[in-house]
């Protein structure tokens, strides 16, 4: 698999970020080909549909000025990660746990990094839309069928620092079932589905950075996966979640008292 770094200056609000795209892959001399696949950050597809906030403007609620003090936050930043979030769960120092289209995520994707002082960043509107909007918008211009990833970035239980994750893509199918195959001894697998946009994700995530890279989208090329043909297809979002009362974590959390917890002495 060749994963390719696309360098672009600095992204502004409503700026045509495919057209910038596009660009800085024709100054490289890299050729957009059939089945490669497109991974864009998520802060610049957000930018590009203008959502960006000036915090000042913000009026907190009163929940909103509760949580910022328990989670040492800026009070119109909290505002905008309860009107952004689908759920939220709880929280830590300078972050709130919270769902936000079916990515348990930290802060609803709001984010003040690589923007303004002063400003904050949401998460991109209608993502698995403007995925499948981006995959029009490349063939329409090159003429190539190619898959696109929109990627965010979030912590992980117990594990230190930020992987990749998808928070919308389009042209492909995200997760590949393996239940019913045979593992190396022979046994079916009974639970086990492979979710291989978060893959690609992790892995365009590790070539983009998280700091001044100004690397905000990968094309990746020769992966393992098929990428549709139809423009027309549609990918079920909901073929890559599981529901809440189905996760492993959140239920293990959600249901702690209720359940026997065996500690080794």
């Given at each position: 698999?060749?994963?390719?770094?696309?360098?672009?200056?600095?992204?502004?609000?409503?700026?045509?970020?495919?057209?910038?795209?596009?660009?800085?892959?024709?100054?490289?001399?890299?050729?957009?080909?059939?089945?490669?696949?497109?991974?864009?950050?998520?802060?610049i597809?957000?930018?590009?549909?203008?959502?960006?906030?000036?915090?000042?403007?913000?009026?907190?609620?009163?929940?909103?000025?509760?949580?910022?003090?328990r989670?040492?936050?800026?009070?119109?930043?909290?505002?905008?990660?309860?009107?952004?979030?689908?759920?939220?769960?709880?929280?830590?120092?300078?972050?709130?746990?919270?769902l936000?289209?079916?990515?348990?995520?930290?802060?609803?994707?709001?984010?003040?990094?690589?923007?303004?002082?002063?400003?904050?960043?949401?998460?991109?509107?209608?993502?698995?839309?403007?995925?499948?909007?981006?995959?029009?918008?490349?063939?329409?211009?090159?003429?190539?069928?190619?898959?696109?990833?929109?990627?965010?970035?979030?912590?992980?239980?117990?594990?230190?620092?930020?992987?990749?994750?998808?928070f919308?893509?389009?042209?492909?199918?995200?997760?590949?079932?393996c239940?019913?195959?045979?593992?190396?001894?022979?046994?079916?697998?009974?639970?086990?589905?492979?979710?291989?946009?978060?893959?690609?994700?992790?892995?365009?995530?590790l070539?983009?950075?998280e700091?001044?890279?100004?690397?905000?989208?990968?094309?990746?090329?020769?992966?393992?996966?098929?990428?549709?043909?139809?423009?027309?297809?549609?990918?079920?979002?909901?073929?890559?979640?599981v529901?809440?009362?189905h996760?492993?974590?959140?239920?293990?959390?959600?249901?702690?008292?209720?359940?026997?917890?065996?500690?080794?002495e």
């Amino acid at each position: 698999m060749q994963l390719f770094k696309i360098h672009t200056g600095l992204i502004k609000p409503n700026q045509d970020i495919i057209n910038v795209i596009i660009h800085s892959l024709d100054t490289s001399q890299i050729n957009i080909e059939d089945n490669d696949i497109l991974a864009i950050t998520s802060k610049i597809v957000a930018l590009s549909q203008g959502r960006i906030v000036k915090l000042e403007e913000v009026k907190p609620s009163d929940l909103a000025l509760k949580l910022s003090k328990r989670y040492n936050l800026d009070p119109g930043y909290v505002e905008l990660i309860i009107r952004e979030a689908d759920e939220i769960y709880g929280g830590t120092d300078q972050a709130i746990c919270t769902l936000k289209e079916g990515v348990m995520i930290a802060n609803a994707g709001v984010d003040r990094k690589n923007v303004p002082l002063g400003y904050a960043v949401l998460s991109p509107a209608n993502p698995y839309e403007s995925a499948q909007n981006i995959r029009q918008r490349i063939h329409d211009i090159k003429g190539k069928f190619v898959g696109i990833v929109i990627v965010d970035s979030r912590v992980t239980p117990l594990r230190l620092g930020t992987v990749g994750v998808a928070f919308g893509f389009s042209g492909f199918s995200p997760v590949r079932d393996c239940r019913g195959f045979k593992d190396l001894y022979g046994k079916p697998l009974q639970i086990t589905r492979h979710c291989q946009v978060d893959d690609l994700a992790g892995a365009a995530h590790l070539v983009m950075g998280e700091v001044d890279e100004r690397v905000p989208a990968i094309l990746l090329r020769d992966t393992p996966i098929i990428i549709s043909h139809d423009l027309n297809s549609q990918i079920n979002k909901d073929s890559v979640m599981v529901s809440p009362n189905h996760c492993l974590f959140i239920n293990a959390l959600k249901y702690e008292n209720e359940n026997k917890v065996v500690k080794r002495e």
